[in-house]
C-alpha cells in the first residue's frame, strides 16, 4: 500500500484520506501513513510466524492433517484416518516385488500396461514418475512424511502412521537395489 502512495505522490497525485483525515502533501500524514503501514507489515508477520509455528508443532506431536493425505493403495476412512485399499495394495505389491525380480520402471511400466493395470489416475497408461515415486514412498511402510519447505526443508516422519502395505524389508531392499541399479555417480568435490 506504501508503494502505492509513494508512486501516486511522486506523480503529484494528492490522496486524501477521509475516516482518518489523512492527507499525503502534508508531512504529519506521510509519516502516519508510513507508521501505519508498519504496524500492519508487523502485525503480518507475526500472523505468519504463528501459523508457521502452528504448523510445525501439529507435525511435530503427529496431529498434522497432512500426515493422512492418501496415496495410491490406500484410502480415507470416515475419520479421515489411512486404510489399505486391498485391491490397489495389491498392485503396489507387485510394482514392489518385480522391481526386486529385476524389472526395470519402463518394465514395470510395460508389464502394468500389459495386464491392463490402471494408473492411479485411472488412464490405461503408468507414467514411468508414478511408479519411481511409488519405489520410494514410505507411506508404504507405515511411515508417514511432511516435508515443511518453508521451515528450512524441515522432515517430519511419523512413524507406525497407518497400516502398512508392504514390509519395512521388502522397502529396504529395494532402495538398495535402486542403489545398486543408479546410473548416476556422485562426486563429492
Known amino acids: 500500500m506504501l508503494e502505492a502512495i509513494n508512486t501516486l505522490k511522486e506523480a503529484d497525485v494528492r490522496i486524501i484520506f477521509r475516516q482518518e483525515e489523512l492527507d ?15 504496524c500492519t507489515q508487523a502485525e503480518n508477520e507475526s500472523r505468519s510466524a504463528n501459523i508457521k509455528w502452528g504448523i510445525k ?24 484416518d489411512l486404510v489399505i485399499n486391498e485391491e490397489q495394495a495389491m498392485i503396489v505389491k507387485l510394482i ?13 511400466v510395460k508389464e502394468l500396461n ?3 493395470i490402471k494408473s492411479p489416475t485411472g488412464k490405461d497408461n503408468w507414467p514411468k514418475r508414478s511408479v519411481e515415486e511409488m519405489l520410494s514412498n514410505e507411506k508404504y511402510i507405515g511411515i508417514a512424511v511432511v516435508n515443511l519447505d518453508g521451515d528450512e526443508g524441515r522432515i517430519y516422519k511419523l512413524n507406525n502412521a497407518h497400516s502398512p502395505i508392504i514390509s519395512k524389508e521388502l522397502f529396504d531392499a ?15 568435490i
Open 114 to 116: 500389459n495386464r491392463n
Open 24 to 38: 499525503t502533501l502534508t508531512v504529519g500524514s506521510s509519516l502516519l501513513i508510513s507508521t501505519i503501514e508498519a
Open 96 to 108: 514392489f516385488d518385480l522391481y526386486l525380480e529385476g524389472k526395470s520402471i519402463l518394465g514395470i
Open 174 to 188: 529395494v532402495q538398495k537395489a535402486c542403489k545398486q541399479r543408479s546410473n548416476v555417480e556422485t562426486v563429492h
Open 57 to 80: 508443532h501439529r507435525a511435530k506431536n503427529g496431529s498434522l492433517g497432512f500426515y493422512r493425505r492418501k496415496c495410491y493403495g490406500y484410502a480415507n476412512d470416515e475419520n479421515g
